[in-house]
């Protein structure tokens, strides 16, 4: 069981500016979460979890992420569903979305980039394009970060 709260209070960096990108890894299965968190972790980055597409919505309004994997199949409130409302909620800043799932029919890409995904990825999962996708999407934090530190990139 995730606690939401606790989520909300551990990404809530006060009057200052978050030393490390957030992301929110939404997924209905402890384990893959666990991978997800492990991945983006090792990419320098905070990690907030939810198990189901009303907690994602709920934590992306509030804690306003840098990305969000979202995993397609979740209870209460499916992966595209709780796109479409984080994008109606969130219109000022766009917050990458990447969505995983295991549906590898043609037109499900489209769907998923129509209800406002930036990135497609099929399961099994390949580490390598996951790590592309989060440089591709937060290099310009992690660049800006480096600069603050006097970090050649």
Same mark, same amino acid.
């Given at each position: 069981?995730? =606690?939401?709260?606790?989520?909300? *209070?551990?990404?809530?960096?006060?009057?200052?500016? !978050?030393?490390? &990108?957030? +992301?929110?890894? /939404?997924?209905?299965?402890?384990?893959?979460?666990?991978?997800?968190?492990?991945?983006?972790?090792?990419?320098?980055?905070?990690?907030?979890?939810?198990?189901?597409?009303?907690?994602?919505?709920?934590?992306?309004?509030?804690?306003?992420?840098?990305?969000?994997?979202?995993?397609?199949?979740?209870?209460?409130? =499916?992966?595209?569903?709780?796109? *479409?409302?984080?994008?109606?909620?969130?219109?000022? !800043?766009?917050? &990458?979305? +990447?969505?995983? /799932?295991?549906?590898?029919?043609?037109?499900?890409?489209?769907?998923?980039?129509?209800?406002?995904?930036?990135?497609?990825?099929?399961?099994?999962?390949?580490?390598?394009?996951?790590?592309?996708?989060?440089?591709?999407?937060?290099?310009?934090?992690?660049?800006?970060?480096?600069?603050?530190?006097?970090?050649?990139?």
């Amino acid at each position: 069981m995730i =606690d939401v709260e606790q989520n909300l *209070r551990a990404s809530d960096p006060g009057d200052h500016a !978050r030393e490390r &990108p957030l +992301v929110l890894v /939404t997924d209905d299965h402890e384990d893959t979460r666990l991978l997800f968190r492990t991945i983006v972790g090792f990419h320098g980055c905070s990690v907030i979890e939810a198990a189901d597409g009303e907690q994602a919505v709920l934590l992306a309004e509030n804690s306003r992420p840098d990305l969000i994997l979202m995993d397609s199949t979740l209870p209460r409130l =499916d992966g595209l569903g709780a796109t *479409r409302r984080i994008r109606a909620l969130i219109s000022k !800043r766009r917050i &990458p979305i +990447v969505f995983i /799932t295991g549906r590898a029919e043609p037109d499900f890409r489209d769907i998923a980039l129509d209800s406002g995904c930036d990135e497609f990825l099929l399961k099994p999962l390949n580490v390598d394009l996951l790590s592309s996708v989060l440089e591709r999407h937060l290099g310009k934090y992690q660049s800006a970060q480096n600069r603050m530190v006097g970090i050649e990139t």
